[in-house]
Every structure is written in structure tokens, then in C-alpha cells.
Nanobody, 124 residues
């Protein structure tokens, strides 16, 4: 299995930027399709972005497209989420997730491994 640890969250003003990291350990990182999810306070967890095993294909939810960028560095066993033009509505706990079957899309139930999350708070 793979262990995932998120970092890089914090408090930022609206319009600012943050870069989240997801460091993986365990089995071969390149076997896994990856994604970022988030859970705003009082709401359900939602998928934000996904990336395939090589990093060559990505997708985004409509609410973050054009502002967020997902990437991965397979040599460093790390995935990133660059978040620009942050809005108060982006406030949430952000989670990274991995699929053991190597696919990179799908709902949260399709992902096998999860990090514990990192808090992002955007003030207005």
C-alpha cells in the first residue's frame, strides 16, 4: 500500500496563492492515479483535480479550473496542487488520494488510499 501525507496548507487572503504537496511512501508511486479532494466546513467532500500516472493528463472541477494546477514529480514521489486567485469559497480541508488500479478519475469511493488532510483557509 501507499502512505500519503499532505502539507502546505495555511491561512491566506483572498486573491493569494498556496501550493499543496502530497508526499507518498510505500509502493511504487508511478502505479497510482492521483487526485485532490476537498471538504469545506459543513459540506461533503468533493473532487478538485486528478492526474494520471505519467502526469500527462489532468482534469479539474469547474469551480477551480483556470485557477488551480495539479502536477506530480514521480522522481520525488510527490504530487502538487498550485492554487492561485484563492477565494473564501476555497476554504476547506484538502486531501490527496490514490487509486491502486492506476486510473485517475472517479468519485471518492473509487480511491483506495487517503492522506489525513491539510487545512486551507482563505480570508476575505
Amino acid at each position: 500500500q501507499v502512505q500519503l501525507v499532505e502539507s502546505g496548507g495555511g491561512l491566506v487572503q483572498a486573491g493569494g496563492s498556496l501550493r499543496l504537496s502530497c508526499a507518498a511512501s510505500g509502493r511504487t508511486f508511478t502505479n497510482y492515479g492521483l487526485a485532490w479532494f476537498r471538504q469545506p466546513p459543513g459540506k461533503e467532500r468533493e473532487r478538485v483535480a486528478g492526474i494520471n500516472k505519467s502526469g500527462g493528463s489532468t482534469d479539474y472541477s469547474g469551480s477551480v479550473k483556470g485557477r488551480f494546477s495539479i502536477s506530480r514529480d514521480n522522481a520525488k514521489n510527490t504530487m502538487y496542487l498550485q492554487m492561485n486567485s484563492l477565494e473564501p469559497e476555497d476554504t476547506a480541508v484538502y486531501y490527496c488520494a490514490a487509486r491502486a488500479d492506476g486510473l485517475w478519475f472517479g468519485a471518492q469511493g473509487d480511491y483506495d488510499y487517503w492522506g489525513k488532510g491539510t487545512q486551507v483557509t482563505v480570508s476575505s
